[in-house]
């Protein structure tokens, strides 16, 4: 039903008829304000729809699929916020979105451990011989490392990919991408502690993480 009524709220938010909700109203103003694209907000909500029942993704490509139907979705629309229309810059939207799926689903493992889930990719899981049950029981046997180096190494190939487009990219585009900090600080912490899912330090906070923001906006930089 929740989905349901965003779908509705979409259509009419388009059709200049929002319905009195808070939330319905602000996004139809940035839609009129920035001509937002319909199909990028409507991808967020079906994608989340197909994925209500919380199953663990088939194979990484599901995931990623995912990562870009959402998080590579919220990028495109906050291009269109800057006024940016680019292909360069959409393309590492893409791959930049794409390592944000893998890494909020690698973060979340140890919250979702603690529920009995386990969201992981089962192909890559299969294919070092790891059950959910290990993840569950937090093992932290080689092999079940190796399947987080894995899952962690496509975040760190979509981060290099769209850092090839760097120098094509407009720099008025580069704060829609400073969420690229965020991700390489966590995938650098998680090969520190050989890929230890669950090891405390990457549960604590980054106090150094808005100096690195800053640093990186300011060098124009993504």
């Known amino acids: 039903m929740r989905m349901q009524f965003w779908k509705k709220t979409v259509d009419d938010i388009y059709s200049d008829n929002p319905p009195h909700q808070p939330v319905a109203i602000e996004l139809w103003k940035a839609v009129k304000r920035h001509n937002l694209t319909k199909r990028w907000l409507m991808k967020i909500i079906d994608e989340r729809e197909k994925n209500l029942d919380d199953k663990a993704y088939r194979n990484i490509q599901e995931l990623e699929n995912y990562a870009e139907n959402t998080q590579s979705s919220l990028l495109y629309l906050t291009l ?23 890494v909020t689903c690698l973060r979340a493992t140890p919250y979702h451990g603690t529920r009995r889930r386990v969201f992981l990719p089962m192909d890559i899981c299969m294919l070092h011989g790891v059950s959910q049950e290990d993840f569950l029981r937090k093992n932290q046997d080689k092999n079940v490392r190796d399947v987080i180096y894995d899952i962690a190494s496509q975040a760190h190939l979509h981060l290099k990919h769209a850092r090839t487009f760097h120098k094509s990219v407009p720099v008025k585009a580069f704060p829609a991408f400073l969420q690229t900090v965020t991700l390489e600080d966590y995938l650098k912490k998680i090969q520190q ?22 640093i990186q906006s300011w060098r124009k930089r993504y």
């Open 193 to 214: 502690v050989d890929f230890d899912i669950f090891h405390p330090s990457l549960q604590q906070r980054s106090t150094l993480l808005p100096l690195s923001l800053y």
């Open 80 to 102: 269109e916020i800057l006024g940016i229309k680019d292909l360069h810059a959409d393309h590492a939207a893409s791959h930049i979105g794409k390592a944000q799926g893998i």
